[in-house]
C-alpha cells in the first residue's frame, strides 16, 4: 500500500516537474519573441535605457533622468574626461514627468549615485497614455518587473487595459511581424544575452546646427502655468525617494523654444519649497557664450557644442558642490575609459563621413578592422594613374581595373580578388549584414550604390561596431567633390 502511495508521489512531482519546465520554456519563447518583435528605439530610448542595465553595479556616482533635453544637454563623457565624474543619462524621448519618477525607482535597483540630476522639462505637461511614443521610448525596453508592473498600474490609473500593453511590448508589437527584417532576427539577444553597452554613457550630441536659429525672444513672455498637482504630489515622491536612499537631487532646466520665465518661475519656487538647487541655462546662456546659430541642432536640443559648453558647466558645478571621486586617478581601466575609446572610434567614422575631397579621403580610411570596398566604374581616364596605384597596393591586375570591377578590402588585404564586368558577383556576410560586389556596384543590405557613372565609389564598413561607417562616389572629372547617397 505504501508503495502503490509513493508511486503516486512520485508521479504527482514529474507532472509539477514537467509544467514547470514546459512554463519555463515558454517564458522562454515568449521572451524571445517578444524581443525580436519590439522596435528599436535607438538613442530616443532603446540604448539608454539597455545601456543603462549594462553598467556595473555601483558604480555611476551622477545620475541625469529626464527628456531628449536631458541626454542632449549633459554629455557624461566630458564630465568624465575634464572632471573625473562618473555619470550616465537615464532617459527617453518626450519622458512624462511621471515616468521620470518610474526611472529614479528603477535606478536605485542597481545603483546608489551620490546625485540625481533631474530636467524639468516635462514638470508642467499632465500625462498623456494615449501618446504612445512619449511612453513606448521610455517603457519599451525596461525589463518586467514587480516595480515597473505598480509603477504603469499607478501612471495609467482607470485604463489598465492600455497599461498591460506597456507593460508586456508584445502586446504593443504583436503585429509588427509582417515588417520584420533579418537586422531584428540578429539583433534580438536581448535578455538571453549580456546588455548592450552604450559607449555615448545615454547622451545624444550629433555634430549638427540647425538650418535657423532658434529664437528664444519669446521667453520673456508672461504666461499663466502652475504645475499639476499630480506632478507635484509625484515630485514629492521622488524627493522622499532620493532621501531614503541617502542622494542629492539637482534641478536643472535646458533652453527650448517654448519654454517661458513663468514656468522657470514655478519651478524655482518648487525647488525652493524642498531646498533643492536649481540651474537655469536660460539664465546662463550669455556667460557661457551660447550662441542659437552654433549651439543647436534644432529648437528644443542643443547640439555637440552647446552640450560641450553646458557640460562644462555642469562639471564645475558638480565637483564644487558634492563630494564626487576623480576616476581618472585609477589604474584599472573602467567603462568611462572604455567610452572614450568608443567616442573617438565614432568620431573618425564621423570625420571620414564628412570628407570630400578623394586625395583626403583616401588619407582618412580606416583599414584596420574594417571592411574597404572600391568599385570602379565607366570613363576613368583622369583618374586612371590613381586607380592603377591602388590597384597595385593590394596586388589587382593594374589594367583589368581600367575596364571596371570592384574588390573588398579587409584589414589591408583583399579578400575578394578584383571582380571584373564578366565575372560573377562575389557575397559577403557578416552578422545580419550583406554585400554583393559585381563588376559594376556594390549592393549592401539589398541596396545597391553606384553613385557615379565615370569614377570610383568607396563603401566602409566597421567589423568590430557591425555598422556602415560611409558611402561616397568620386567623378573622375571631379573628384575634389563627394557624393553620397540622398
Known amino acids: 500500500m505504501d508503495s502503490e502511495k509513493t508511486k503516486r508521489l512520485k508521479k504527482s512531482i514529474a507532472g509539477i516537474l514537467r509544467l514547470f519546465l514546459f512554463l519555463g520554456i515558454l517564458a522562454l519563447l515568449y521572451q524571445k519573441a517578444e524581443q525580436i518583435l519590439k522596435l528599436d528605439m535607438g538613442h530616443r530610448g532603446t540604448d539608454n535605457v539597455k545601456g543603462f542595465y549594462a553598467e556595473k553595479e555601483n558604480s555611476v556616482e551622477v545620475l541625469f533622468i529626464g527628456a531628449s533635453t536631458m541626454f542632449c544637454t549633459a554629455d557624461p563623457l566630458v564630465l568624465y574626461e575634464e572632471y573625473g565624474i562618473a555619470s550616465y543619462d537615464f532617459g527617453s524621448s518626450a519622458q512624462p514627468f511621471e515616468l521620470s519618477y518610474l526611472f529614479m525607482q528603477e535606478a536605485f535597483k542597481t545603483q546608489r549615485p551620490r546625485v540625481i540630476a533631474l530636467e524639468m522639462l516635462s514638470v508642467g505637461n499632465e500625462l498623456d497614455t494615449q501618446k504612445a511614443d512619449n511612453l513606448n521610448y521610455g517603457l519599451t525596453d525596461m525589463p518586467f518587473s514587480l516595480g515597473k508592473a505598480a509603477g504603469v498600474y499607478d501612471m495609467f490609473g482607470s485604463d489598465k487595459g492600455t497599461g498591460l500593453s506597456y507593460l508586456l511590448p508584445m502586446l504593443q508589437y504583436k503585429d509588427r511581424w509582417q515588417e520584420l527584417t533579418r537586422e531584428d532576427f540578429a539583433g534580438s539577444g536581448g535578455e538571453w544575452s549580456a546588455p548592450v553597452r552604450n559607449y555615448a554613457k545615454g547622451a545624444y550630441t550629433p555634430d549638427l546646427v540647425a538650418q535657423s536659429a532658434p529664437d528664444f525672444s519669446s521667453y520673456y513672455e508672461e504666461a499663466e502655468f502652475a504645475i499639476p498637482q499630480r506632478n507635484r504630489e509625484v515630485f514629492a515622491r521622488m524627493v522622499s525617494l532620493c532621501k531614503e536612499n541617502g542622494t542629492q537631487l539637482l534641478l536643472f532646466k535646458s533652453p527650448n523654444v517654448g519654454w517661458n520665465i513663468s514656468q522657470t518661475r514655478a519651478v524655482q519656487a518648487l525647488a525652493d519649497e524642498y531646498g533643492l538647487p536649481f540651474i537655469d541655462f536660460f539664465s546662463l546662456m550669455e556667460e557661457l557664450e551660447i550662441d542659437p546659430a552654433t549651439d543647436f541642432r534644432d529648437n528644443t536640443h542643443f547640439n555637440r557644442y552647446g552640450s560641450e559648453k553646458a557640460s562644462r558647466y555642469l562639471g564645475e558645478y558638480l565637483k564644487a558642490h558634492y563630494e564626487l571621486t576623480d576616476y581618472r586617478g585609477f589604474d584599472s581601466e573602467n567603462s568611462w575609459d572604455l567610452a572614450l575609446e568608443g567616442r573617438e572610434h565614432d568620431r573618425a567614422g564621423e570625420r571620414v563621413a564628412k570628407t570630400e575631397g578623394l586625395p583626403d579621403y583616401m588619407a582618412r580610411i580606416p583599414y584596420d578592422r574594417h571592411t574597404v570596398v572600391f568599385s570602379v566604374t565607366g570613363d576613368t581616364g583622369p583618374m586612371a594613374d590613381f586607380l592603377q596605384e591602388l590597384a597595385a597596393a593590394f596586388g589587382l591586375d593594374q589594367e583589368k581595373i581600367l575596364a571596371g570591377g570592384s574588390f573588398a578590402v579587409r584589414d589591408r588585404t583583399c579578400i575578394s580578388g578584383l571582380i571584373g564586368t564578366d565575372d560573377r558577383p562575389w557575397r ?26 565615370d569614377g570610383l565609389t568607396i563603401l566602409i564598413y566597421d567589423d568590430a561596431w557591425e555598422e556602415l561607417v560611409d558611402v561616397a562616389g568620386f567623378d573622375a572629372y571631379d573628384p575634389a567633390h563627394a557624393r553620397r547617397p540622398q
Do not use: K
Open 428 to 453: 559577403w556576410e557578416q552578422g545580419a549584414d550583406t554585400m554583393l560586389l559585381t563588376g559594376y556596384s556594390i549592393t549592401y543590405n539589398r541596396e545597391m550604390y553606384q553613385l557615379v557613372d
